[in-house]
């Protein structure tokens, strides 16, 4: 079935370091999304990418959609101590409203 | 605007006793509901998935069910805990539709002992 990969699992940085976490997929996507886990929290959705090549920024983050549409990357410049948390992709899996979650990325923030 | 509710926040509960948890949804109309099971550090495993009013699909075989008595009443339930069933349980909604995003509830935690 569908599947998306997610790397690396922990990451921990000094505060100030950047931080990318990627998804990749055997197969083309239709759109990807990112949800934010706060340690204790439930996920937040971050943001949706559907366009191939697609750049969408939101303050720090940067999340790329692959011109192929199989892989994804989030990208947190000069990391906070409020960035940590776990990073999760999702892909919408075909044909239904389900979505497939990346197994996450942890990120811990040393200040 | 809409909020998702789940409740309890927290429960501990001995093997082989019954689960209810429930969820509801405020200020939207028939919307998918999802019930996901996350263990310590480890991603979302989705349980059920409904489009309706007693519409229910189960993800995976298990010892637990899910019911929709109401549009925006989602509840998961077991008939006898197994110390397995100890998790983070999270209730989602979206729109219907093809690319809506999911929103969360604050989830319960479960702890079988």
């Known amino acids: 079935g569908q599947q998306v990969m997610q790397i690396p699992q922990y990451q921990h940085v000094q505060e100030g370091e950047d931080f990318t976490t990627y998804c990749n997929s055997s197969t083309t996507l239709s759109n990807i999304q990112w949800y934010k886990q706060r340690p204790g929290g439930h996920p937040v959705f971050l943001i949706q990418l559907v366009k191939s090549g697609e750049v969408k920024k939101q303050k720090r983050l940067t999340f790329q959609f692959g011109e192929a549409k199989k892989n994804s990357s989030l990208h947190i410049t000069a990391t906070q101590t409020t960035d940590v948390g776990t990073y999760f992709c999702a892909i919408k899996r075909s044909n239904t409203g389900k979505l497939i979650f990346g197994q996450g990325t942890t990120l811990q923030v040393k200040p | 605007s809409q909020t998702i509710h789940q409740w309890p926040a927290t429960l501990v509960q001995p093997v082989g006793s019954p689960l209810s948890l429930e969820c509801t949804v405020e200020?939207?109309?028939?919307?998918?509901l999802y019930w996901y099971r996350q263990a310590a550090g480890r991603g979302l495993q989705l349980l059920f998935y409904?489009?309706?009013?007693?519409?229910i699909s189960s993800e995976v075989p298990q010892n637990l069910s899910a019911s929709r008595p109401q549009d925006r009443q989602f509840i998961l339930s077991s008939k006898k805990l197994l110390l397995s069933d100890s998790g983070f349980y999270l209730c989602?909604?979206?729109?219907?539709?093809?690319?809506?995003?999911?929103?969360f509830g604050p989830g319960t935690r479960l702890t079988v002992l």
């Open positions: 989602a909604w979206s729109g219907q539709g093809g690319n809506n995003e999911q929103f």
């Open positions: 200020g939207t109309s028939n919307p998918n």
């Open positions: 409904s489009v309706g009013i007693g519409q």
